[in-house]
């Protein structure tokens, strides 16, 4: 299973790391992806890192987050920052082991949320 962390309470314009901690054996296999649910709402993709690290960034986020892996941590992280209130949610991290696409359409693997709240 993966695990979520680094979600909390923030102000407006504060950043947040979230990280997401892989099982070794799927870790260097799988491409590792954000997305994000608030209340009401559909979830959806929020940032993508394949294996080699190519990166994807839904809009409205391009240039305020930054997703990364490292490797030796077996862990992918997103830096948030200049966060606002409609990116208060629950972050959910997803792993597809042997996915020829950035944006697979399943995930074999899901953590279970840390949230994040923008408020001032």
């Known amino acids: 299973q993966l695990v979520e962390s680094g979600g909390g309470l923030v102000q407006p314009g504060g950043s947040l790391r979230l990280s997401c901690a892989v099982p070794?054996?799927?870790?260097?296999?799988?491409?590792i992806n954000w997305h994000r649910q608030a209340p009401g709402k559909k979830r959806e993709l929020v940032a993508a890192?394949?294996?080699?690290?190519?990166?994807y960034y839904t809009e409205s986020v391009e240039g305020r987050f930054t997703i990364s892996r490292d490797n030796a941590k077996n862990t992918v992280f997103l830096q948030m920052n200049n966060l606002r209130a409609e990116d208060t949610a629950m972050y959910y991290c997803a792993a597809a082991p042997n996915s020829p696409t950035l944006i697979p359409k399943d995930y074999d693997y899901w953590g279970r949320g840390t949230q994040v709240t923008v408020s001032s």
């Open positions: 070794a054996s799927i870790f260097t296999i799988s491409v």
């Open positions: 890192i394949s294996r080699g690290g190519t990166t």
